[in-house]
């Protein structure tokens, strides 16, 4: 440990921060440029407009469900490294995510993660417990409903489709990507 | 998380909004990405430093205070500071 270990984490964080830059590591501006895009342009938003898309076109589907990755590329989130994965609830089989190590998520598409996905208590009980993590968020599934938990890496990032709920045949794409919340992308929500 | 329990109860209300709770928490996720854009460290290496630090510092830290020590660790162990 050096002695800046004691400064409170504000000043802490402004020492290193100067000190990579005096070493020509980063800067200023592409500190502030970065989080001005992620404030921006990390939404879930980004996701739902996925799941509207695989909901209205097959051909689409298909593709999110066989490379993420190329899915989001082609609804112009591109440059993505996530290996993404696209995991479908239907009305037997549930989905949910998490990061057992970590914290790994699709910022891009999901935004920034909430804090109770970086908190210990989801982080371990998730895979040991999901039906009564689920209850938690008040999401109480049928017994007969299997879940699948899918524990995320820096090389493998997950997503759920969530089920089209029933009654919105008629909506159009832009209506039925504002019915996708970020909790039913992570599978902590049904829609 | 090691295969430990006794964490209590899901936190649901922390939302995420707004996403940091301080400026210098966004920070250290800036930090954080520019230091794997640059090749310093990639985001196992990262995760592992976290791991990494002593188990009462660990649990004692905040989310970010355990990135920005874990940095500071890997800043240190690379050489890349004069």
Known sequence: MTGHDDLPVA???RQLEERLIAAGLTS???IDEFLTRLYTKASPVNGARMVARAWTDPRYRDLLLSDGDAGAAEMGFGDL???LRVVPNTGSAHNVIVCTLCSCYPVSLLGPSPGWYKSFAYRSRTVREPRAVLAEFGLALPPDTGITVWDSTSEARYMVLPARPDGTGELAEDDLAALVTRNGLIGTALL | MGGQTGFGPVPVGESGDPPFAADWEARVYALATMLRRRGVFNSDELRNAI???PP?????????ERWLAAIEMLVREKGVLP
Request: proline share 0%.
């Open chain 1, 11 to 13: 000043a802490r964080t």
């Open chain 2, 51 to 53: 791991e990494r630090l």
């Open chain 1, 81 to 83: 490294t996530y290996g």
């Open chain 1, 28 to 30: 200023d501006d592409e």
């Open chain 2, 56 to 64: 009462d510092r660990y649990l004692a830290a905040s989310y970010y």
